[in-house]
């Protein structure tokens, strides 16, 4: 397949998982009942904007474009994908960019994300056979010519020992953060709620952590985010809630409340599901120049930064862990 029939398809597909086709439906319904984390509401969110922002083929030709990437790959090679699974289609834009590069690629996939994604190739199979060649599911990855692995740090050591041998990229836990100068709007917190709240803050865009400023006022802030207030109710949620909040409470240590998030004074840009950590400053430079060559932080949020809102909503330049992925594959 060259370069512009490679765009037409992922065009198509961007259309389809728009559609309200019957048997796409039952994927996503499948999907939901398989893994709770996964709500139609969220599952809908991230394939709007997959099929807004990386299916659109004005921006995936300019895309192309900005890399030099040719019509056809005249050396085309392997590329073994370990695919995360904590938010849907969270892996889709390393198959987007071995795809675009006109490499071929071997996917093992998250047994939290399987559902979505394995339809989603099967798709592209059944509509242009010549896609089988260039992309495949497997169980274990074996004689791949390069590698990109996402998990946590604990396995990150493990894919390190396992793929030294190969060009790869390894990506590690990630989380982003927030610096507010106290004077934010209603709207602004509004749409910081959905930095926070979306994909019950499973992602590694999501916002875990809160730098204010000293004296800072709470209230305001917590009204705001009880628009997610629904998310108390769903039991996955809510079971790590009671126990964020039991181990505050039999620990006597201060925290704020309200009734959907819990906020706990913690250094650690990392917090637990349901929990969101907060630290005070008296010099946001000083906060800034310190976040800059955090190996931990995926975006920083904020007036001068990320705008509120927009941390789930990556280009397609927004890469993984700041490494650029797609200069990674023409360069095998």
């Known amino acids: 397949m060259n370069l512009q029939q490679r765009i037409d398809l992922l065009k198509g597909l961007g259309e389809y998982i728009l559609s309200t086709d019957n048997q796409w439906t039952a994927v996503k319904e499948r999907a939901s009942r398989e893994n709770g984390w996964f709500t139609p509401e969220f599952i809908d969110l991230s394939v709007q904007n997959i099929a807004r922002i990386f299916l659109d083929p004005a921006a995936l030709s300019a895309w192309a474009s900005q890399y030099g990437i040719p019509e056809t790959q005249s050396s085309i090679k392997n590329v073994g994908i370990v695919m995360a699974g904590n938010i849907p289609l969270v892996g889709f834009h390393d198959l987007l960019c071995v795809f675009i590069s006109g490499h071929r690629q071997t996917i093992k996939l998250s047994s939290k994300d399987e559902v979505l994604m394995r339809h989603l190739v099967a798709q592209l199979h059944a509509w242009e056979p010549a896609t089988e060649s260039l992309i495949g599911i497997q169980p274990m990855l074996k004689g791949c010519d390069a590698y990109i692995a ?173 490494i650029d992925t797609l200069q990674f594959l023409l360069g095998l």
Not at 283 to 293: C, F, G, K
């Open 150 to 322: 996402t998990g946590s740090n604990n396995s990150a050591r493990y894919f390190d020992y396992y793929f030294a041998r190969y060009p790869h990229i390894i990506r590690r836990n990630r989380t982003s953060v927030a610096i507010l100068d106290g004077n934010e709007t209603v709207e602004e917190l509004g749409l910081l709620a959905d930095d926070v709240y979306l994909y019950f803050g499973l992602g590694c865009r999501n916002v875990t952590q809160l730098y204010v400023p000293e004296g800072y006022d709470f209230v305001p802030l917590l009204e705001t985010f009880k628009k997610y207030n629904e998310l108390g109710d769903h039991n996955k949620y809510k079971n790590n809630y009671d126990y964020q909040l039991a181990l505050l409470i039999l620990n006597k240590s201060y925290y704020m409340t309200n009734g959907s998030i819990i906020l706990h004074e913690n250094a650690s840009p990392f917090s637990p599901i349901s929990q969101l950590h907060y630290s005070f400053y008296k010099d946001e430079q000083a906060v800034a120049s310190s976040l800059l060559n955090n190996a931990d932080i995926q975006c920083v949020v904020g007036k001068k930064w990320l705008p509120f809102g927009q941390s789930q909503q990556p280009g397609l330049t927004d890469y993984a862990d700041g």
